[in-house]
């Protein structure tokens, strides 16, 4: 079978992991940003602790993917739980990373500028930091997510289904047509992903910010 066939007659596998891997990649990267951007704000508030948290980080993302998935087993067993879980701790550096890197490069001036006009923390924090930093913040979503995704392809190992069934079937039986009917999806699916937070980096970037 050529791969547009194998395409055709998988149609509905193939919608049923993309879907799946959709909501894995959607849902450990919701959780990431939610984690991550406060944590990486709070980081540049007690620089202290920064180092030891982004190291701990770090530190996961030098586990290989599988052997975190596994890590996951005893904790959550098969299914996509623990897959969430294992996505969202590898999402978590370049969000924080970015976060607090970008916030810290604020110019003092600005900020300095701000609380003589007598605006509060806050009032700096989401008036000028933030929007000053977003372009890094969104940087590390971006790439958070294209990471998030290729890992997602081997929650399969773990039962966590997605576009890895279709991959480890495909080698299991040595047909290339099948790893590529999901390997194609998987790589499409990043692009999106990337493009999205692309777009709204645009959209929520003052103009007089934007490039």
Excluded: C
Excluded at 7 to 25: G, P, T
Excluded at 160 to 180: A, H
């Amino acid at each position: 079978m050529s791969l547009w066939e194998t395409i055709v007659s998988r149609k509905s596998d193939i919608w049923m992991a993309f879907v799946d891997h959709l909501y894995l990649s959607g849902v450990a990267m919701l959780i990431a940003i939610l984690v991550a951007v406060p944590l990486g704000i709070i980081l540049t508030r007690y620089r202290w602790i920064a180092e030891p948290i982004i190291g701990l980080a770090a530190l996961i993302q030098t586990v290989p993917g599988l052997a975190l998935l596994a890590f996951m087993l005893p904790l959550f067993g098969i299914g996509k739980t623990p897959a969430i879980v294992a996505l969202t701790l590898y999402a978590l550096l370049p969000i924080i990373r970015n976060t607090y890197t970008g916030i810290l490069g604020v110019d003092r001036s600005v900020i300095d500028a701000g609380k003589g006009m007598g605006m509060t923390s806050r009032q700096i924090l989401w008036m000028v930091e933030l929007p000053l930093s977003l372009p890094f913040i969104m940087a590390g979503i971006r790439t958070s997510s294209v990471f998030t995704v290729g890992l997602a392809a081997l929650a399969a190992f773990i039962g966590g289904g997605g576009l890895g069934d279709l991959i480890v079937r495909g080698m299991s039986m040595n047909d290339n047509n099948l790893i590529l009917a999901g390997a194609i999806p998987a790589a499409l699916l990043a692009l999106a992903f990337d493009l999205m937070f692309r777009l709204l980096e645009r959209k929520v970037t003052p103009h007089g910010m934007q490039s």
